[in-house]
Structures are given as C-alpha cells and as structure tokens.
C-alpha cells in the first residue's frame, strides 16, 4: 500500500521569506514522488519529481524538494516566497514497483502574505 | 500544446439522472487518467487508459460509473442513476508516453447532484 501525509492544512508566509510544505509518504518498496499546485479555477500543473539520484530536485517555478529516505519526507521548499505562489499544494506517491497510479494528499494550502 | 480540456465544467443533475463527461487529452498524450476530487480532499484515483485500452480501476468505481477512450483519443464518463453522493469534481489528466509519471490536468467537471 502507498500512502502520503500533508500534516499542514495551511502554511503562512511572509513574501520574501522562505517556505516549506512538508510531505511524509509511506510505500513497500522505493517510491517515486511528485509535487503538483492547484491554483484556483485552474487543473493541478506538475511542479516536480523525485525518480533516482540527487536528493535535491529543482522544480518549476523556483521550487525545491528534498527526498530524505530515513524521514520518508519529500518536504517542498522555495528560499524566497511571492505572493503569486499562493495556492494549493499536493504531494504525490507512488511505489515504484507497484502500480503506475501516484495517490495524492490532501493538499497543503499556502498563503504567502505581502 | 492546448492543453487538457473538461467538458461541461459543471453539470447539475437531479438524483437517479445520467451523466456524461467528456475529456480531451493533449495530443499524443497515450495515457489518460480519470479522478474524483472532493473538497479538502487530493485527487482520487478512479480509472486510467493507456490508448484505447482501460488498465485500472479503482475499487471507488461501482457499477454505476463506466468510461470508454474509443479510439485512444478523448475518453467519456458516464455515471448513471446519480446518487448524491457523487457530487465532486471529476478530474481528467493525461501524460506523454516518454514521461508518463507527469500528469497535466484538465480544469475539471464540477457535478451537484441535487
């Protein structure tokens, strides 16, 4: 079974600061892990991936991750927020030797204040 | 690339009607992806096609929920006799054969069954 935990329903931040979203997953085996915004009215556009290698995967938009195996954490970062990066967040899993369907958390929603 | 269209974008239906929502993937898109969202919620997993062919189905999909990609281009899916528990968003997402774990969502059909 694969699982993803977003413990924060929303992070406040002032612009200009950096920000973290935090992501903790659980999978039988590897896992592959993803990183989409929602922005109102809008579908989920895909921001980044985890597959193999670095730890540090850079994303769109000037977004970060961070896959650290022995937190089982895909905590999303950005060193310096703007209000335009106000949205919803979703982190997403999926076991690499399992099925191609990723399951997704339930959203982390970010305020990035002026 | 236009992008992945819903259609309609929201749909009011009284109890025990049917329904029908169509979705149009990017060009070349081969996978196309259906998910059900509900408020607070991540996107849920429901029923995916690589071409024409229908590979998964989640355990969500009852009886009443069928989906059809006839020709391996836009896909439809019919919900009938709705109960009011399927009032959600219905999500579309499709992805490109050489990077298939990159999901790019359509902006979703919003269902209210009354």
């Known amino acids: 079974a694969q699982s993803v935990a977003q413990p924060e329903d929303q992070v406040n931040v002032a612009e200009g600061n950096p920000l973290t979203v935090k992501c903790t997953y659980s999978?039988?085996?590897?896992?592959?892990l993803f990183w989409y915004v929602q922005y109102p009215n809008r579908g989920l556009q895909f921001l980044l991936k985890?597959?193999?290698?670095?730890?540090l995967v850079k994303g769109s938009y000037g977004f970060e991750a961070e896959f650290n195996k022995s937190q089982t954490s895909f905590h999303l970062k950005k060193p310096s927020a703007l209000v335009s990066d106000s949205a919803l967040y979703f982190c997403?899993?999926?076991?690499?030797?399992?099925?191609?369907?990723?399951?997704f958390g339930r959203g982390t929603s970010l305020i990035v204040h002026p | 690339d236009t992008g992945v269209s819903q259609d309609p974008r929201h749909k009011i239906t009284k109890r025990g009607q049917n329904v029908t929502f169509r979705c149009d993937p990017i060009?070349?898109?081969?996978?196309l992806y259906w998910y059900r969202q509900t408020l607070g919620q991540g996107p849920e997993f429901l029923t995916y096609f690589q071409n024409e062919a229908q590979l998964e189905k989640s355990r969500l999909l009852s009886d009443r929920f069928s989906a059809e990609r006839p020709k391996g281009s836009f896909s439809t899916l019919e919900i009938q006799r709705t109960e009011q528990g399927d009032s959600a968003m219905y999500l579309c997402?499709?992805?490109?054969?050489?990077?298939?774990?990159?999901?790019?969502f359509g902006p979703g059909t919003r269902l209210t069954v009354t």
């Open positions: 997402a499709s992805s490109p054969p050489d990077r298939f774990d990159e999901q790019y």
């Open positions: 060009s070349e898109h081969n996978r």
């Open positions: 999978v039988s085996g590897n896992p592959y």
């Open positions: 997403a899993v999926r076991d690499r030797g399992g099925s191609y369907i990723p399951t």
């Open positions: 985890y597959i193999t290698g670095d730890n």
